[in-house]
Structure formats: structure tokens, C-alpha cells
Nanobody
Framework: QVQLVESGGGLVQAGGSLRLSCVASGSIFRGNAMGWYRQAPGKQRELVATITSGGRTNYADSVKGRFTISRDNAKNTVYLQMNSLKPEDTAIYYC?????????????WGQGTQVTVSS
């Protein structure tokens, strides 16, 4: 059974930084792209950053230049370094393995980690 466990969220002032972590158990991590999604209140879940098994990264325009995704294959862990945070980054952040179309490969989600950015 694959499990995704996110952590590292919190309350931060605008302009601050947070580092999120996601540990993935099972076979989903090895050899697959991983990504961070977020869901703000009243909005659909969106993909904000992806990283391939080889380390190639891609970002949504809204976070480009501020967020950095990375992975530690030995630890089955993917990270999201978030700098220059804005109130509009407030959301619950989740990790999953995205398909080439950006849709999540896994049907189930972890509990997510709440990020709240105050103005």
C-alpha cells in the first residue's frame, strides 16, 4: 500500500519561507516523477511543481522563481522550498506522482500540510 506523508507547513508572514517534505512509501517514488499540488479554500487542486526521476523540474507560473522542488531518492522524499511567500500561496499542500498530463497517478492522497501566509 502506497502512503504519502506530508509535513512542514505552518503560519508565516508574507515574504517568509517554508520547506515542505513528503515521504512516499511503496513503489511509487522510485523511477517516477513526483509533484506538489495545492488546494486553496473554494478552489480546485492545482499542480505547482514537478520533478522527474532524473531531476528535471517544472513549475506553475504562479510559483516560478520562488519555489524549488527537489528529491532525495535514498530517502524516498520530495521537498518543496518556498520563498517569498504570498497570501495567495495559502492552501493545503499535497504530494503525488503526476502523469505526463499533470494528473495524479495515485487515486488516494495523504493528509496534506497546511500553509497559511498572513499579509
Amino acid at each position: 500500500q502506497v502512503q504519502l506523508v506530508e509535513s512542514g507547513g505552518g503560519l508565516v508572514q508574507a515574504g517568509g519561507s517554508l520547506r515542505l517534505s513528503c515521504v512516499a512509501s511503496g513503489s511509487i517514488f522510485r523511477g517516477n516523477a513526483m509533484g506538489w499540488y495545492r488546494q486553496a479554500p473554494g478552489k480546485q487542486r492545482e499542480l505547482v511543481a514537478t520533478i522527474t526521476s532524473g531531476g528535471r523540474t517544472n513549475y506553475a507560473d504562479s510559483v516560478k522563481g520562488r519555489f524549488t522542488i527537489s528529491r532525495d531518492n535514498a530517502k524516498n522524499t520530495v521537498y518543496l522550498q518556498m520563498n517569498s511567500l504570498k497570501p495567495e500561496d495559502t492552501a493545503i499542500y499535497y504530494c503525488n506522482s503526476p502523469t505526463p498530463y499533470g494528473t495524479p497517478r495515485l487515486p488516494s492522497w495523504g493528509q496534506g500540510t497546511q500553509v497559511t501566509v498572513s499579509s
